[in-house]
């Protein structure tokens, strides 16, 4: 006879994330490829084939990132346009912050020159010298190139920008489609979820990577190279800083008249949680459970959160700036405004939907820079080591910038209730952590859909 606790199912084992593994790998890596540096200069030159390597590795992802992310963001704004002004006011806040964003990474990036003096060896640097020279094209044969010799040439050929009109006449076709498209944009997503797994593995790669592309340039530079690995991080850090204090404090206090620190305090276990995982994603259902406790209505949660965490990714946007000037200067051929602003705009665009992913900021910096400067891409393996040292940074800033676009667009809807939100963050209202399994589960976020539909036809 059996007794009802043999008969109990049995809760699935849940899978152990190891990505931490990966993090302190990077860390060691980073540390030998320092060591083998300082005190072996010319066995660790040697090394840089190794750095490479892994910079190809990622290459090899960047035309069907871009494609896959590019067609499925234009689906999510024609999703997110149907239920009205929500939608419409949540991608115009994105827009502007993620362009101020990029604005104060490229000032910043401009004073502080962080790759500025950094003598490299000819034997790190000569092919990116010998592309620039030989990549200029006359403004009438550039433009023309764009366009690619065939549909899948766009993809074998590597070239991005012509990945990238690829990609917006699919996204644009399979949006004037409607729902006849809508098999086509499910398959992208799987498509996308392969590339993204495939992504992961390559990852892997990365301890290998940092130590060979490491070593090289400490060999090369000897301790210059650390110090302006240093500035560049320390850069970033305090870049974020003020961007989230200065700006979206700022921006909150006058619109909605909330104390940043309060919110921020009220989100504590949800920021120890992203920097235990360096990523945002990982915060995204209690995101959502808790802004509805806090008082904002659940069309607009279920609206701006998920869109948001694809369109608003302001510690991504500092972060692909810096490392572009960066890079451009650490090899000799610094970049003019001319041709910043371009390369900034082109990154706006490729970086939504990428959001989450480890390695998908790298692969995208990379698609930004063999767009403009095909020369620069070899100097992704300047950046690859401290990569994942500012990954917490990106996911924080992103995480604090969704979390007061929330509250901002819930106030211009007028779809917050203000006593509320005084209430809960006075903590007279503590937030229930029970409700949290429920707020994560897919059939919450098809009644999010549900209630913004609502919302638009109201």
Request: with cysteine.
């Amino acid at each position: 006879m059996t007794s009802a606790a043999d008969t109990a199912p049995v809760a699935p084992k849940t899978k152990r994330d190891r990505t931490h593994y990966l993090y302190i790998a990077v860390i060691v890596a980073v540390a030998l490829g320092i060591l083998v540096g300082l005190t072996a200069p010319g066995v660790a030159v040697e090394l840089k084939p190794l750095g490479t390597g892994f910079v190809n590795l990622i290459k090899m992802m960047i035309s069907p990132i871009i494609f896959c992310t590019i067609v499925l963001g234009i689906g999510s704004v024609r999703k997110a346009a149907k239920v009205g002004a929500v939608g419409g006011i949540a991608l115009g806040y994105f827009t502007a912050m993620s362009l101020v964003a990029l604005g104060i990474g490229l000032v910043v990036g401009n004073i502080l020159h962080p790759g500025e003096g950094l003598h490299l060896t000819d034997a790190i640097k000569q092919a990116g010298h010998a592309q620039v020279s030989s990549e200029a094209l006359p403004p009438v044969d550039f433009a023309l190139s764009i366009i690619p010799t065939t549909f899948a040439s766009a993809f074998t050929e590597g070239q991005v920008l012509q990945t990238l009109i690829v990609a917006l006449l699919t996204g644009f076709a399979l949006q004037a489609l409607g729902p006849v498209g809508a098999p086509v944009l499910r398959g992208i997503d799987h498509i996308q979820r392969l590339i993204f797994r495939i992504l992961a593995m390559v990852m892997w790669a990365a301890p290998i990577g940092a130590f060979g592309a490491i070593a090289a340039v400490v060999g090369s530079a000897g301790v210059d190279a650390l110090k302006s690995l240093a500035v560049l991080m320390l850069g970033f850090y305090v870049t974020c800083i003020l961007f989230v204090f200065v700006v979206l404090g700022l921006l909150l206090r006058l619109v909605t008249g909330v104390n940043l620190f309060m919110l921020l305090r009220y989100l504590g276990r949800e920021f120890l949680l992203i920097m235990s995982t360096s990523s945002s994603e990982s915060a995204l259902p209690l995101l959502i459970a808790k802004m509805e406790h806090l008082g904002v209505s659940k069309p607009v949660v279920g609206i701006t959160v998920p869109t948001g965490y694809s369109f608003n990714l302001d510690g991504t946007m500092i972060y692909m700036t810096m490392a572009s000037l960066y890079i451009a200067e650490a090899l000799g051929t610094p970049m003019s405004i001319g041709e910043q602003i371009p390369l900034l705009l082109f990154l706006l665009v490729a970086s939504k939907g990428a959001a989450g992913v480890s390695g998908a900021g790298l692969a995208t910096l990379a698609g930004g820079l063999q767009s403009h400067k095909p020369a620069l891409v070899d100097g992704i393996g300047l950046v690859v080591g401290i990569d994942r040292l500012m990954s917490e940074a990106r996911a924080v800033t992103n995480f604090a910038g969704n979390a007061v676009a929330t509250l901002l667009i819930g106030t211009w809807t007028k779809e917050v209730d203000k006593e509320r939100v005084k209430q809960v963050l006075a903590g007279e209202l503590p937030f229930d952590a029970t409700l949290v399994d429920q707020a994560a589960t897919p059939e919450e976020t098809e009644a999010f859909e549900e209630d913004g539909k609502e919302l638009a036809k109201a």
